[in-house]
């Protein structure tokens, strides 16, 4: 049996020593290829807890284990390169490259991490698999593709995001928000690709949006503040 992909254990996060805590006592599991519905005001801590799963910020208490791996105990270096290895990110400020073109952005994965870039290769390529992703998501037009990711809409930048975290078949994806450009119609679509494309890679998924409407397609769904104190 492998180790679930996320593992939290009584964990604790403040920004700096005289903040106040935002995570305060949390401990949950997160099965592989398990996909997850984060919820929760502004200001509860979503993008927070991603941040320690991402392993961007690490624990100020407790353990905070991924894929089988203690991220609070490893190097800057080592949890960088996980996350290039095996996380995919859609962050909620997008973080594209604006100079470079749509399949360029999609592909950077695959540049730094060769792990990602031998998956893609195994699909027909990156560029290919590149065009595949955003050809499902909508953004099919070979004129698009070639645009610098700064011509585009925000709903178009936001898909292009997602096409990103999604190369080279992480075992876990998170999502911060990836639906908030896209109007009603296109939001359930993008879910039930995202979860699609989740599910033919075993990736886990955590998924943090304010759209409810779009929680019932989700097999679990989590609710801050509660998930982040320790008497929930
Ligand atoms: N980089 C940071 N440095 C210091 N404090 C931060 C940082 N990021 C977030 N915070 C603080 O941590 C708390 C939780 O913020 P977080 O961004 O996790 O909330 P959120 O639930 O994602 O909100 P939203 O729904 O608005 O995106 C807030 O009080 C916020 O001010
Ligand atoms: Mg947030």
Redesign the pocket.
Known sequence: MSEPAIDLRDVRFR??DD?PW?IDGCSFAVGRAEAVFLA??????????LALLAGIAIPTQGEVRVLGRPLGAMSGAARDRLRADRIGVIF?LFNLLPYLSVVENVTLPCLFSPARRAAAAARGGAPAEARRLLDRLGLGDAELQRRKVGELSVGQQQRVAAARALIGAPAMVLA??PTSALDAELRIEFVELLLRECAAAESAVVF?S?DRSLAARFARRLE?PNLARAAA
């Open positions: 920004w700096r903040a935002v929760g005001p502004s200001g509860s801590g979503k993008s927070t807890l909620q911060d928000e943090v304010h801050m």
